[in-house]
């Protein structure tokens, strides 16, 4: 029998992590390449990531397919998942292909939109899953929808704990434990899903929260809002002190009276430079969860709008904004990003180019 097939789309960090957690559970895993930054390349051609020709190609051949993009670029790629689903020629190649779960014909594709998106958009996305057999008798590709998010940073693989030794073990084989994130999902086809799912939901670290489409979203953003919402106000009081010169005082102050605080704020502030960009778009996303799930009629967009702003800054405004996972520079210690962060506009100091992050 074949592996199953994993497309994911794309591999930045988190994508990078789920790969690679993916290939230690035997999983096959594959992506496209067309479009991708340099970097991005880089890191799939290091992981040894299967690189599929075309859209087609990865709908033809992947029996799960991940989207983890930026959020601003979720729409763009359901809708590249759903034109490719209709493709005949994707059909007829897909139908070539042998079925994980033993069927005589292929199981339905399922999509899982794992991007930090507001629910109102996620119930969009589903809609464009939604086929309609009676318009046409051109063949197509069935490809169910999940909602989905992902709570905490990329799988780390880390070594098993020493154990006792053993000269009729080989301790080059001793198996290797994963720190994972939680992966939320939820939608009327959780009843439904095939065989191979547990499986895939076991190495994922997936969770079934609820039928409703938008649950999972508003899951993931409702963490969120808790997470980097107190890293972007962390940015505020860090670099305003840092301008009267009183960072060391308050960081002092923090540790004596408030250590737990002070411990979240300075990892949030040194990590979230190479994610900036990202979580701009997202602030907008919690801050509208907030207003229509909530019921805060505004509240939430004001405040989380007024967030996405100092993201925005932080990517567009200092050279933090030039800043890789892997690859930092500048910002790894809360002196250096609060100085950045509060000299920006004496200094003046922006990213004039910046090649595009996927």
């Not at 963490?223 to 010169?245: D, H, P």
Request: proline residues 6%; negative net charge; charged residues 20%.
């Amino acid at each position: 029998m074949r592996a199953t097939t994993v497309g994911i789309i794309s591999i930045g960090d988190m994508g990078l992590g789920i790969a690679k957690l993916l290939q230690a559970h035997d999983y096959r895993v594959v992506t496209v390449s067309e479009g991708r930054s340099k970097h991005t390349l880089s890191r799939i051609h290091a992981a040894n990531i299967e690189i599929l020709p075309s859209d087609t190609a990865l709908v033809a051949q992947a029996d799960y397919i991940l989207s983890i993009v930026p959020p601003r670029n979720a729409l763009a790629t359901a809708q590249r998942i759903v034109g490719a689903c209709t493709n005949p020629d994707t059909a007829r190649q897909r139908a070539t292909i042998d079925d994980i779960n033993g069927q005589p014909a292929r199981s339905p594709l399922y999509f899982l939109e794992l991007n930090a998106t507001p629910p109102r958009l996620a119930g969009e996305l589903a809609d464009l899953f939604v086929e309609d057999e009676s318009a046409t008798s051109t063949p197509f590709v069935r490809c169910h929808f999940l909602d989905g998010g992902i709570i905490g940073g990329p799988p780390i693989q880390a070594p098993a704990p020493a154990a006792a030794p053993d000269a009729n073990r080989d301790t080059d084989r001793s198996p290797a434990t994963w720190k994972r994130p939680s992966v939320v999902l939820s939608g009327p086809v959780v009843d439904h899903l095939p065989p191979t799912f547990a499986t895939l939901a076991t190495a994922l670290n997936a969770k079934i929260v609820s039928h409703r489409i938008g649950a999972a979203s508003t899951l993931k953003l409702t963490f969120a809002a808790l997470t980097k919402g107190l890293t972007a106000l962390s940015i505020l009081s860090f670099s305003t002190a840092q301008r009267e010169s009183l960072l060391p005082e308050l960081l002092s102050h923090l540790d004596e009276y408030s250590p737990a605080t002070a411990a979240l704020a300075r990892g949030g502030v040194v990590a979230m430079s190479p994610k900036a960009y990202r979580w701009e778009e997202e602030m907008r996303g919690i801050g509208e969860a907030l207003d229509t799930q909530g019921g805060w009629d505004g509240v939430g967009a004001s405040v989380y709008g007024g967030f996405a702003e100092i993201y925005r800054v932080v990517a567009e405004d200092t050279v933090l904004g030039r800043e890789r996972v892997g690859a930092r520079e500048r910002g790894t210690s809360v002196d250096d990003a609060a100085m950045l962060i509060a000299d920006r506009r004496r200094r003046g100091d922006r990213d004039e180019y910046q090649e595009p992050r996927s």
